[in-house]
């Protein structure tokens, strides 16, 4: 009997050790899995998010139309703007888009029926410190020497780029897995287009703008910027698609880009930002901004910049597609004005109510309807506005410039304004004066260049250029 009981409580000591050894490798390997996939003490870590009082009934009627169906949206955001940026942006432009999809860093974020889907953490698991991190104190003294207050209503001024905020530090880890998502959400559609939350698509010029293209070749579209020096490209003359101004990829470039998506998920470590990142990527699958069959194609109309006087109106018919770094109110005015766009008659209309939402609206229409006031300019030294030429008159050349500087600069604007509503702008440099049709925007340039304005109404006087 004795040697019984002591059998029984050897055994039971036996099996609770068992047991507390069990439970123990259970929750060591559970913590080290989270730690993995979510990347606990690092950048990524996934927390719970109380959604804003205000924004707890938030609700979007989403439009009924399918015109716009062959396109998928993909919105990207981060964690600290999220609530900020993406309630407004929902009830413009994103509406009339059935196929869309919200990226970002973290996960448990949503407003209504939308979620942010957190595409860096399940991709690239937990990273402690980015190319932007490792200069945050620098970064600090800047902007303490920097003015970075923003007016929210002022209505003619962008969006600062803040480069302290966390969801821009790990933009690096949204796009390639992002267009992914994009895809294994919708692959039945024929154009991917990816844009910033502070953005501003006017699909209906988008729309028409595709029709031209065939969405089974492999084109990769958007706003041409040269790849920055770190980046590291293999060919000469290299561009990418500057990623907050749209980023559009066909089916065609889509499925070439899967193809080689796991190579690229492991490469271009050594390149600090996600849309230069995406362009080495198609590079590997032999696909290159803006060109086709190795022709280079005519793509334009997206905007970096806010609607104001700093944007280069370069064709006064020609078509905007996206505006960029756009506050809330900017992106609900240019949704009224594509809206009341055209019309016979002033009618109040509701939010969700379309107007001639789907008809298409050209520069001079945004510009004029944003009423901005132009006015007759003095002559901006050492300034260029690149474009938009319709006449060049050459000056006698003679060997010291500065003699005959004044007389030809003002002679040049006086041309403009003689030549007015034609010339809108106009640029003196190097014994050539250049008459302009647009107001392209004023860049850094010589010391004896000046450049200047008229003051004249942008007006399309002409058909709208569509392809």
Not at 205 to 223: A, I, T, V
Not at 242 to 255: D, E, P, Q, V
Not at 319 to 324: A, I, N, Q, R, Y
Not at 362 to 373: G, I, K, P, Q, T
Request: with cysteine; glycine share 6%; net charge negative.
């Amino acid at each position: 009997m004795r040697f019984s009981l002591r059998f029984t409580l050897k055994r039971s000591i036996i099996a609770l050790v068992l047991l507390i050894f069990t439970v123990t490798c259970y929750f060591l390997i559970s913590d080290y899995i989270n730690k993995s996939r979510n990347g606990i003490n690092g950048l990524f870590t996934k927390e719970g998010v109380n959604i804003p009082e205000e924004l707890k009934n938030f609700h979007v009627e989403e439009s009924p139309s399918h015109e716009y169906d062959d396109l998928a949206l993909c919105i990207k955001s981060g964690a600290d703007v999220f609530y900020d940026r993406v309630p407004g942006l929902l009830k413009s432009y994103p509406r009339y888009v059935r196929n869309k999809i919200i990226v970002g860093e973290k996960p448990g974020y949503r407003v209504g029926n939308y979620s942010m889907h957190d595409v860096c953490t399940p991709t690239y698991g937990e990273i402690k410190e980015t190319y932007w991190s490792q200069f945050k104190d620098e970064k600090k003294e800047e902007n303490k020497k920097e003015d970075n207050t923003e007016d929210k209503d002022d209505l003619t001024k962008g969006r600062k780029q803040d480069f302290n905020k966390l969801g821009w530090q790990l933009d690096v880890y949204k796009n390639i897995p992002a267009f992914k998502l994009l895809y294994d959400t919708y692959p039945n559609a024929k154009w991917y287009m990816m844009v910033d939350d502070d953005t501003y698509v006017f699909l209906s010029n988008l729309k028409k703008r595709l029709s031209f293209y065939n969405p089974d070749d492999k084109l990769y579209l958007g706003s041409s910027w040269p790849i920055p020096t770190g980046c590291f490209p293999s060919w000469n003359m290299a561009r990418f698609a500057h990623g907050g101004a749209g980023i559009i990829l066909s089916r065609g470039a889509m499925l070439a880009f899967l193809e080689n998506y796991d190579y690229c998920v492991k490469s271009f470590d050594d390149c600090y930002a996600g849309d230069v990142r995406l362009a080495l990527c198609l590079n590997t699958v032999g696909i290159r901004l803006n060109r086709l069959n190795f022709k280079n194609l005519n793509w334009r109309g997206h905007s970096d910049q806010a609607p104001n006087l700093e944007y280069s109106w370069l064709e006064p018919c020609d078509l905007p597609l996206t505006f960029h770094h756009l506050f809330a109110k900017q992106q609900h005015l240019l949704y009224d004005i594509q809206r009341y766009n055209n019309r016979d008659s002033f009618q109040l209309l509701d939010d969700n109510e379309d107007g001639n939402f789907h008809g298409l609206i050209s520069y001079s229409d945004v510009f004029n309807a944003l009423d901005l006031e132009l006015k007759v300019t003095p002559p901006e030294k050492a300034t260029y506005r690149l474009g938009s030429d319709y006449k060049r008159i050459s000056y006698t050349r003679v060997i010291n410039e500065e003699d005959v500087l004044e007389e030809n600069v003002i002679n040049c604007q006086h041309l403009c304004i003689k030549d007015m509503p034609q010339c809108k702008s106009w640029q003196y440099s190097n014994f050539m004066c250049h008459l302009k049709s647009g107001i392209p925007g004023a860049i850094e340039g010589t010391p004896n260049s000046y450049t200047g304005i008229t003051g004249v109404p942008i007006y399309c006087d002409k058909e709208l250029i569509l392809h």
